[in-house]
């Protein structure tokens, strides 16, 4: 049974992709984060495949976490990401490394695998405008999450 959905999964997200101009060359972490919006309960199975891709060198930068037994199955709603994401951005008790790494999650996509391996380097700012630099293409964050990552990058460079 685990095999039949791995291959449905797989070929669910390959369509995906095509339909979305992407193949497994050009698909970036952001594109896998919307994929996994939209079927939150295969994501096990669609792992199969990226971890396959990455591993065969068909695909670069990508990941989908593996998923805990006592992790939750079902995505948050929009509320719920509303309200997480506006403690990460203004909740200044709560320390910077959290907050950053928690909006790139919530908001970007990044799997923590990847978030903690992360150094202040990738977030770069040009023209009073801050890039993130996490994959192939460079990322420009809402206005109050280039705010925190700034406000972080420039704490830990002192």
Not at 38 to 47: C, I
Request: glycine content about 4%; charged content about 30%; some cysteine.
């Amino acid at each position: 049974m685990s095999a039949r959905r791995s291959v449905k999964a797989a070929i669910d997200f390959l369509a995906w992709l095509r339909a979305e101009g992407l193949d497994l060359e050009t698909v970036g972490q952001r594109d896998v984060g919307r994929w996994l919006e939209g079927v939150p309960t295969t994501q096990q199975y669609t792992r199969d495949l990226v971890l396959w891709a990455v591993r065969t060198k068909r695909a670069a930068n990508i990941s989908i976490p593996a998923r805990h037994k006592n992790a939750p199955s079902q995505a948050l709603d929009e509320d719920e990401r509303k309200e997480i994401a506006h403690r990460l951005l203004h909740d200044d008790r709560l320390d910077a490394r959290d907050r950053v790494g928690g909006l790139l999650n919530l908001l970007c996509a990044q799997p923590f695998s990847v978030i903690i391996r992360l150094t202040v380097e990738p977030v770069v700012v040009r023209e009073e405008r801050v890039i993130l630099l996490l994959g192939k293409e460079p990322l420009e964050p809402s206005p109050d999450l280039a705010m925190t990552s700034w406000r972080y990058r420039d704490q830990r460079r002192r």
